[in-house]
C-alpha cells in the first residue's frame, strides 16, 4: 500500500502560514484585505497568521491604506527583505553565476563569469564557485542570515538526493556538487539541487514570465536544450528527477546521433550548433559567434533572418509535440531561445498552430522569458527558499538524513 | 494573484476522511493499524474517521484480526459494495460499453457492443446507450443508490464543463455528450466526461497494473492511440483538459499528414493501420483483422511476428521521447496494445533503452494494462467516483453550476 499523509492540526496551521507566506513571496504585498480575499480564510485567522509571521521576521505590517473596495481600510503586509537570504548558483557550460536572494525575489550582489567550455571540470568550477560565493557571502548584511544555498547545473539532477548524475556538456558524472560546495564554503546549510531546466521553469512561474500561470513549458537554450514544466501550478519532477529532458524529444527519427544515444533529438535541430549553421555561421562557433549573428540579425540581415525562420520552424513543430502533451497556458523560452526570441516567434507560432490541435484551442503564446539567461540562477535560489515557504516557523519534522536535496 | 485555498477545520476534516475512504477504496480492504501507519494520523483521530464513514454506510468494521505484527489485533475494515453505484460508460469508436460500478472498484451488470465504426453519429451512440444503461441500472438492488455517471470518449474533452470538443474518429465536433446522456436515462445525478487515454490512466493506476505507482504512462490504441499521464500520483490534465494526447507527437517530421493536421505522429506509427500494414494485411482490415493477424501471431506466424517487433520498435522510439519528458516508473499499454504486448515488449523495451537516458537510469518497465479494452470503461466509473472519495460525507460545497465536468 502506497503511504498517505493524513493531516493534523499543526500540520493544518503550518500549510496555512505557509499559504499566506508564498502569496506575499510571490507578490511582494499584500493587503489583509486581499489576502483574505485571496486564500478563503476568515480575516481573524488570517490577522493571526500575519502576526505569527511578522513574529518571525518574515514579514511587516504597515498602515492601513484605502483598498478602494468597500469596507475599512486594511493593513498591507510585505515581505521582510533583510532577515532572510539564499545563495543561489547557476552552473553553466559557458558561464557560471552566483548571487544571493531573499524574500520576493530580490537577488543581491549577482555576478556572473563567462568561461571557456572545454574546461568545465568539477575543480575548476568549485574553484570559480568558491571566490565568486564568498563574494556574495561577505557582501551580506550581518543580520541576514543565510538559510540555504540552491545550485542549479546543466544536467540530470537525481531525485532526492541532488547527485548530478550525468552532465552531458559539462563532462560530468556523478557529481555530488551540493556536499562539494558546501565543503568549500564551510557553511552548514541545507543545499538544494537542481537541473537548470527545471529551476528556470520555476523561477518564471513565481516571479516571471509564468507569473498566475498554472500550466507552463519553459524552453532553454545554451550549449544543449533543456527545459521544464509547470502542471497544475507545481513542479514535473518524474519519479528520478528526470522530468522535462525536452531537448531530447525525437522529432526526426531518421535523423542525425544525438550524445544522448538517440537520433533526430530536438536539440540537434534547434539547438547552439543548429542556429550557427542555419543562419550560415560556424556551428561550433560558440558565444561570440552567436553575439555576432544576432547583432547581424537585428540590422536585419537576410542570411540570419532566413536561418532564424528556419529554425523558428523547427521550434513550432517540437513545441507541437509538447503543446499536446502538457496542454499548457505559455510557453517560455529562456537562454539563448530568450534572444533568438523576436526573430523565431512568427514562425514557431505559426508552425505551432497549424500543427497542434490543443495549440489551436487553448492559444497557448510564445513568450521570451524574463529574466533571460538569469532564468535558472534565480529557480536556484526559490528552490532553497521552499522550506522556508514551506513550513515559515521551521518546526516541522528534522531536515532528511540527505543534507543536498533536489527541487521537488 | 492566483487564488489559493487555505483550510480551515472542516476541510481538514474533509481531507482526512476523504484520505482513508480513498485508502479503503484502493484496498478494498485494511485493518485499523493499518489505516492508522499508512495515513500516520494517530489511533483515536482514525477510529473517529472510520465509524463516520460507517456512519454513512460507507464501510463496514468487522472483528478485530491478529494482524502479525506485535500490538492487539486490529478490526479490519472494508469498503461496502452495497449502498452506492455510479454508471461508467465507455464510448469507443469500434464499440461501446456500460457497467455499474460501486466502492472498491467492483463492477456489474457489464456489456461492451460492438459496432459499425461508419456509423458513430451521436444520436446512434446514445440510442445503444440508453438500453445499456437501462439494462445495468435495472439490475441494479433496489438500496444501492445511483450518485453519479462517467463517460470516457475517445476525443478531446473540455475541461471542466466535459465538452466533446472533438473525436476525430467518432466524427463528433462540439457534443455535450453528458448532458445529452443524461436526458436519455431522466437522473439527477453528476455527469462527468473525460477523454479515455486519461480514465483509462486512472484506472490502471488505482486498480490496475499501476497500483501503488505514483508516475504513469499510460499508452492506449484503438482506431487512433491515445493515452493519459500520472504525475506526482495525480493526473495530468493541462490547461484545458486536452494534456496527454501522446499519438500526436511526432516521431518523424517528414512522415505522412495524419488527420489531426501534424506530420509524422506516433499515432500513423503504432496505430491500428500501422499493425496492420506492418504484418502484411490490407490497412482498413480492422477489427476481424486484427484478431486473424493476433491468432496467426500467436501460432508464430512469421510475418506477423516481423511486423510486431518492427511496430515495437517505433513504439519504443515514441517512448524513449515520453519517458524523457515524464520520467515514469512505470509504462502501460492498454487497449490494441495491450494484446499486442507479448509480441512488441523486447523490441520495445530494447529500443526504449538504448534511446532515453532517462529509461536507463528508471529501468521503467512496459506492462500490459490489467483492464485490457475495459481500463477507460474502469475509469469513467472511477472519474464518477471522485466527487464521493473526495468528501465522503458530501457536506462540501454545492455542485459547480456545470452539471457535467471532466475528469480533474
Not at 540530470?156 to 564554503?185: F, T, Y
Not at 514535473?236 to 531530447?248: D, I, R
Request: with cysteine; hydrophobic share 40%.
Amino acid at each position: 500500500m502506497a503511504r498517505v499523509v493524513g493531516l493534523g492540526p499543526d500540520a493544518l496551521r503550518r500549510s496555512n502560514l505557509s499559504t499566506v507566506l508564498r502569496l506575499l513571496h510571490g507578490e511582494g504585498r499584500a493587503t489583509r484585505a486581499e489576502l483574505t480575499a485571496l486564500t478563503g480564510l476568515n480575516r481573524s485567522t488570517v490577522a493571526a497568521l500575519v502576526r505569527e509571521l511578522n513574529d518571525h521576521g518574515l514579514v511587516t505590517e504597515g498602515d492601513a491604506v484605502a483598498t478602494g473596495a468597500p469596507g475599512r481600510p486594511s493593513p498591507m503586509v510585505s515581505v521582510r527583505t533583510d532577515r532572510v537570504a539564499v545563495l543561489a548558483v547557476d552552473i553553466k557550460v559557458d558561464s557560471i553565476a552566483v548571487a544571493t536572494m531573499t524574500l520576493g525575489g530580490t537577488r543581491l550582489g549577482q555576478q556572473r563569469v563567462r568561461r571557456d567550455r572545454h574546461d568545465t571540470t568539477v575543480d575548476a568550477t568549485l574553484d570559480v564557485l568558491e571566490e565568486l560565493a564568498r563574494d556574495s557571502l561577505d557582501a551580506l548584511p550581518r543580520r541576514q542570515r543565510l538559510i540555504g544555498i540552491g545550485i542549479a547545473v546543466a544536467g540530470l539532477v537525481r531525485h532526492p538526493d541532488g547527485m548530478v548524475d550525468l552532465g552531458p556538456n559539462l563532462g560530468w558524472s556523478q557529481v555530488p556538487i551540493g556536499e562539494l560546495l558546501k565543503a568549500r564554503l564551510r557553511r552548514r546549510v541545507p543545499v538544494t539541487v537542481g537541473n537548470d531546466g527545471d529551476t528556470g521553469a520555476l523561477a518564471e512561474r513565481v516571479h516571471g514570465a509564468g507569473r498566475g500561470v498554472e500550466h507552463l513549458i519553459y524552453l532553454s537554450g545554451e550549449v544543449g536544450v533543456g527545459g521544464g514544466i509547470i502542471s497544475s501550478g507545481r513542479p514535473l519532477t518524474g519519479s528520478m528527477g528526470y522530468a522535462g529532458e525536452v531537448g531530447h524529444v525525437t522529432i526526426d527519427a531518421d535523423g542525425d546521433r544525438c550524445g544522448c544515444g538517440n537520433t533526430g533529438c530536438w536539440e540537434l535541430l534547434i539547438g547552439e550548433r543548429a542556429v550557427l549553421r542555419a543562419t550560415g555561421r560556424l556551428g561550433d562557433g560558440g558565444q561570440d559567434a552567436l553575439t555576432e549573428m544576432l547583432l547581424a540579425a537585428g540590422d536585419g540581415e537576410p542570411e540570419a533572418r532566413r536561418g532564424l525562420a528556419e529554425i523558428g520552424r523547427w521550434t513550432g513543430i517540437g513545441l507541437a509535440s509538447l503543446v499536446n502533451l502538457f496542454d499548457p497556458q505559455r510557453i517560455v523560452l529562456g537562454g539563448l531561445h530568450a534572444e533568438l526570441h523576436p526573430f523565431l516567434v512568427d514562425a514557431a507560432t505559426s508552425e505551432l498552430r497549424s500543427r497542434s490541435l490543443v495549440a489551436t484551442r487553448s492559444g497557448a503564446e510564445i513568450v521570451p522569458a524574463a529574466f533571460g539567461i538569469d532564468s535558472s540562477l534565480v529557480g536556484a535560489g526559490e528552490a532553497a527558499l521552499q522550506p522556508l515557504l514551506d513550513d515559515p516557523t521551521g518546526t516541522s519534522a528534522p531536515a532528511p538524513s540527505m543534507p543536498a536535496h533536489a527541487l521537488g
